[in-house]
């Protein structure tokens, strides 16, 4: 089972070393999008706080500047 890494960047990069398995990219689109629910539902993180954009980019590695397999882009325009 393939090993996928939810690297999120807002303005910083939070790699994630630890990435979880799944079955298949539909799942790791899946998993990327409840993270964002998660972040998005956060008390303790604004999502747009200090930032008005931030993504997830979702790869194959742990290494937070590697090709990603596809990006969630989140904005805020007022």
């Known amino acids: 089972m393939p090993r996928y890494f939810f690297h999120v960047h807002d303005g910083g990069s939070v790699p994630d070393d630890l990435g979880l398995n799944l079955p298949d990219i539909d799942a790791a689109r899946a998993a990327a999008i409840e ?19 931030w993504r997830i980019e979702v790869s194959k590695s742990p290494e937070p500047n590697s090709e990603p397999l596809f990006v969630l882009h989140f904005s805020l325009t007022e």
């Open 35 to 53: 993270l964002s629910r998660e972040i998005l539902r956060s008390e303790h993180v604004g999502p747009f706080e200090d930032h008005p954009s």
